[in-house]
């Protein structure tokens, strides 16, 4: 082999791998209504946010540059697992019998098997950047925990993680991966916060839910001085370094000459949502193309579509700052389906926005539904969806049998967030998914 001409080696498909996040703060005809101090209820100051988060991710957070740079470093890291596979679903559309073009963008190929690594690595960058020992957080069903564990190894930054009691109980593959990658789980709630005692005392078996999870990492992350927390969806940083998703699927469909007339993915807190959806809403709003948008979330907990836009907390005890959301309510607990990722009572700030502007359209789906569509897309192309994910393969299915009654070419993009290899139990329990199981 002649090397002679290759100057580096590098893992970076440079053709396509974006070198930075895309902001839509900057493309936005009005802005979302501005997070509020959990006391004052006045406008937030990023230096209120310091003994929270590390310095960058505020900046990340309060920036309105249309194009935030990645750094090195972690360009040289996702290249790891991106880009990440642009499928053109032929094993489905012939099983649909559609003339629609179904692409899907898989997200299940990242290490931890879902899109949270994108901003887990650029959250433990900025950390170790600033010297921070532990990052603290909360995970429902694991995936976020993982994710979060996987990227402190790779940077130096320990990772303590806060886990519904439940899933830590019930799912114990996940935890296993965070221990194996030297973080420390702690089954919430805990008695080792005032957050967590409250219930704790009450019912050492208290089942858990994410919102007091949170407000136990919180409180760690505000006690201890070498300690932030990390947050793995909801707030406009991650929903922008989820960006990637979008921004590399837009010039591999180009590539083909292809591009969505609807862009599809499953909503929990938003993130893989804004992350594939954004860089295509600029294109609408800057280049006046007509693509939809569908943010598809579980019947059990439908923050999009039945819950007010108003402000609220992002957590059980009230510690975070009131983000303008739809939101269920501090106190919902929603019935325990699943979909473990899409369990959050609050939706981003930036998808509840785009929501009351129209440019979104919300749909929900019951649980057998999901799994239904999860299992044929199983049989059709091979990957088994997680059960957040499939919400989106089913609205894909949707639009693709609509297409077909209309006899209409429509092209399709959802994004996969995750796979469901981890999944198997829910499959089981739900009847592999099939009716007749
Ligand atoms: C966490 C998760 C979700 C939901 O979170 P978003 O922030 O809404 O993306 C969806 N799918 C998978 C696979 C997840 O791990």
């Known amino acids: 082999m002649n090397m002679s001409s290759?100057?580096?080696?590098?893992?970076?498909?440079?053709?396509?791998?974006?070198?930075?996040?895309?902001?839509?703060?900057?493309?936005?005809?009005?802005?979302?209504?501005?997070?509020?101090?959990?006391?004052?209820?006045?406008?937030?100051?990023?230096?209120?946010?310091?003994?929270?988060?590390?310095?960058?991710?505020?900046?990340?957070?309060?920036?309105?540059?249309?194009?935030?740079?990645?750094?090195?470093?972690?360009?040289?890291?996702?290249?790891?697992?991106?880009?990440?596979?642009?499928?053109?679903?032929?094993?489905?559309?012939?099983?649909?019998?559609?003339?629609?073009?179904?692409?899907?963008?898989?997200?299940?190929?990242?290490?931890?098997?879902?899109?949270?690594?994108?901003?887990?690595?650029?959250?433990?960058?900025?950390?170790?950047?600033?010297?921070?020992?532990?990052?603290?957080?909360e995970t429902g069903a694991g995936q976020w925990g993982s994710a979060l564990a996987h990227a402190g190894a790779l940077f130096g930054v320990k990772v303590k993680v806060f886990m519904v009691r439940v899933s830590y109980r019930q799912k114990p593959g996940r935890r296993i991966l965070m221990e194996m990658f030297g973080a420390s789980v702690e089954e919430s709630p805990s008695p080792k916060t005032q957050s967590g005692a409250r219930f704790y005392d009450q019912n050492p078996d208290h089942p858990g839910s994410l919102g007091i999870a949170i407000s136990e990492a919180l409180e760690l992350a505000v006690k201890s001085p070498a300690?932030?927390?990390?947050?793995?969806?909801?707030?406009?940083?991650?929903?922008?370094?989820?960006?990637?998703i979008g921004q590399e699927a837009d010039l591999q469909m180009a590539a083909q000459g292809a591009e969505p007339d609807v862009v599809i993915g499953c909503v929990g807190g938003g993130s893989n949502f804004g992350g594939i959806a954004f860089p295509f809403v600029r294109k609408r709003l800057k280049e006046g193309r007509s693509i939809r948008f569908i943010a598809v979330e579980p019947e059990a907990c439908p923050s999009l579509t039945q819950g007010e836009l108003r402000y609220d907390h992002g957590d059980t005890a009230g510690l975070t700052p009131l983000l303008y959301?739809?939101?269920?309510?501090?106190?919902?607990?929603?019935?325990?389906?699943?979909?473990?990722?899409?369990?959050?009572?609050?939706?981003?700030?930036?998808?509840?926005?785009?929501?009351?502007?129209?440019?979104?359209?919300?749909?929900?789906?019951?649980?057998?539904?999901?799994?239904?569509?999860?299992?044929?897309?199983?049989?059709?192309?091979?990957?088994?969806?997680?059960?957040?994910?499939?919400?989106?393969?089913?609205?894909?299915?949707?639009?693709?049998?609509?297409?077909?009654?209309?006899?209409?070419?429509?092209?399709?993009?959802?994004?996969?967030?995750g796979h469901g290899l981890l999944d198997l139990n829910a499959y089981a329990r739900n009847g592999n998914g099939s009716r007749n199981a």
Do not use: C, W
Request: proline letters at 9%; zero cysteines; glycine letters at 6%.
């Open 227 to 244: 300690t932030r927390y990390s947050l793995g969806s909801v707030l406009d940083a991650v929903l922008m370094h989820q960006t990637v």
């Open 6 to 137: 290759i100057k580096r080696f590098s893992a970076r498909d440079t053709n396509v791998l974006p070198s930075h996040f895309y902001n839509i703060k900057a493309d936005l005809p009005t802005l979302p209504k501005p997070p509020l101090h959990p006391e004052t209820r006045q406008p937030l100051n990023p230096q209120d946010l310091e003994p929270v988060f590390s310095k960058g991710f505020i900046a990340h957070e309060g920036s309105m540059e249309r194009f935030v740079p990645i750094p090195d470093a972690v360009q040289e890291i996702f290249a790891l697992y991106r880009p990440t596979p642009l499928i053109y679903a032929t094993g489905l559309k012939k099983a649909l019998g559609t003339p629609a073009h179904i692409f899907y963008k898989y997200e299940g190929a990242g290490p931890m098997g879902s899109h949270k690594s994108n901003t887990a690595l650029m959250q433990a960058y900025l950390a170790a950047r600033e010297n921070i020992e532990t990052l603290v957080t």
């Open 325 to 417: 959301m739809h939101t269920l309510g501090m106190d919902f607990v929603p019935a325990p389906i699943h979909a473990g990722g899409l369990r959050y009572h609050g939706m981003a700030p930036l998808v509840s926005h785009l929501a009351s502007l129209g440019i979104i359209e919300p749909r929900v789906y019951p649980q057998e539904h999901i799994f239904e569509a999860g299992h044929l897309f199983f049989k059709a192309e091979g990957i088994l969806p997680a059960p957040e994910s499939s919400h989106a393969v089913a609205a894909a299915i949707d639009e693709a049998l609509k297409a077909k009654n209309e006899g209409r070419e429509k092209v399709i993009l959802f994004n996969l967030s």
